[in-house]
């Protein structure tokens, strides 16, 4: 090995528009953190960069996978680290590899998940589980959880207009089946007894990161616990008269105040969503990442590291959350300036943190039912898929105590 070789220290993963491949990027970083090697992440420095440990596995490892990796030496590791007290950066160790979990049916559904396309294009393990899984502990094992496309109203995604469809048919017979085995009377229950589980698991400490439908009908089917809001066409018992009086936001997450639709062939689950003004505005539209302080408010710097801070819009089941919804305490994390939609948010919930992303898949506008998955080798820059891989690291971050 050379002197020079020997002189150097670590090696820089830039994150900014030098990068080969920002998506397996978080890939690499995970894969040395899970070797329990040191490294750090240093926000706001050229779009979120890591420090890695210069060894050569992780030398051939940059290179299996494509990754722009530089070395450097002692005195530029030095000279990084002299700059941030002076800059809205900061310099955070990355000390565990989170246990993953995504909340995936055993059937096949006629749609892909933009966090499991995230996760294997960027090789990070992860584990399947679904309501039988949650229902008996499986929890306890994990650190993050991811929720999609998945409705906790126990309306089967308002898809009525499926209702012939073989996929929709498998679907509706399996949680019924389920519920049935563990003495739920609807859907709705079960769907219910596995949100309470997850509320839970964010209360315990873990950390929840959902899109799509599944922001809203989480806290849908938590505010609406011990009221009917189903109707007959999906469960044969009829919505309960005064049940918009009778909804409990003390219950959710995020949003407050809002409205369920229970009309059996109305899309949307409620009027917190925003999706018919996203098609309004078109595919042009960008959503703006809000800028944190890096040293005060470092969940959400975290949360939102990126090369760029206008990201093109892309809609979802639930495209974006209306502002006026959202529960005080809530963090906006994006928004679409100058309109009521809130694309991107985060909150603390007892000792765990949620945070939800609007929209289905962020390299597809309008993504179809039965549309092929996004092939994630053509979109290795998408500053919308470095918002998922961030909330996949965060709670490998050692976050610093704040001075008093």
């Known amino acids: 090995m050379s002197v020079w070789m020997l002189t150097v220290a670590m090696l820089l993963v830039p994150m900014d528009r030098a990068q080969s ?132 109203s126990g309306q089967f995604g308002k898809f009525g207009q499926y209702a012939g469809q073989r996929w929709y048919q498998e679907r509706k017979r399996m949680e019924e089946a389920l519920a049935r085995q563990y003495g739920f009377r609807r859907v709705a229950d079960l769907k219910l007894a596995v949100a309470k589980r997850i509320k839970a698991f964010v209360r315990r400490g873990g950390f929840l990161f959902a899109m799509c439908s599944a922001p809203i009908t989480l806290d849908v089917a938590l505010a609406a616990e011990g009221v009917d809001i189903v109707d007959a066409f999906y469960d044969g018992t009829p919505v309960d008269p005064d049940y918009a009086s009778r909804l409990d936001y003390s219950k959710t997450l995020a949003f407050t105040n809002f409205q369920v639709f229970p009309a059996p062939f109305l899309y949307e689950h409620t009027d917190v969503d925003v999706t018919q003004e996203a098609i309004r505005r078109g595919e042009k539209a960008h959503f703006l990442l809000r800028s944190f302080s890096a040293k005060v408010d470092q ?15 892309f809609l979802g089941q639930d495209t974006g959350f209306r502002r006026s919804k959202l529960k005080p305490g809530v963090v906006i994390l994006a928004d679409v300036p100058g309109t009521d939609e809130v694309k991107y948010l985060y909150g603390a919930y007892g000792e765990g943190f949620f945070s939800f992303l609007g929209g289905h898949d962020p390299e597809d506008f309008q993504h179809l039912v039965g549309d092929p998955p996004t092939d994630l080798s053509r979109h290795v820059h998408s500053p919308g898929y470095r918002l998922i891989l961030n909330n996949i690291l965060f709670p490998s971050a050692r976050r610093k105590p704040l001075k008093t």
């Not at 969940?299 to 819009?313: F, G, W």
Request: proline share 7%.
């Open 21 to 152: 491949d920002h998506l397996r990027a978080y890939g690499l970083t995970y894969w040395v953190v899970q070797q329990g090697l040191p490294a750090s992440w240093i926000l706001n420095y050229r779009g979120g960069s890591f420090l890695l440990s210069d060894l050569p596995t992780v030398r051939q490892k940059c290179t299996l996978m494509g990754v722009t990796c530089i070395p450097v030496s002692d005195a530029e590791v030095a000279r990084i680290r002299a700059e941030i007290p002076r800059e809205n950066m900061e310099e955070l160790k990355l000390e565990k590899a989170p246990k993953v979990a995504v909340y995936v049916p055993p059937y096949a559904e006629p749609w892909d998940d933009a966090v499991t396309l995230a996760l294997d294009y960027a090789g990070i393990p992860y584990d399947r589980i679904y309501d039988r899984d949650i229902l008996e502990g499986a929890l306890d094992r994990y650190d993050w959880l991811h929720l999609h496309h998945v409705d906790f």
């Open 299 to 313: 969940v959400p710097a975290i949360l939102t590291q990126d090369h760029t801070r206008a990201i093109r819009e």
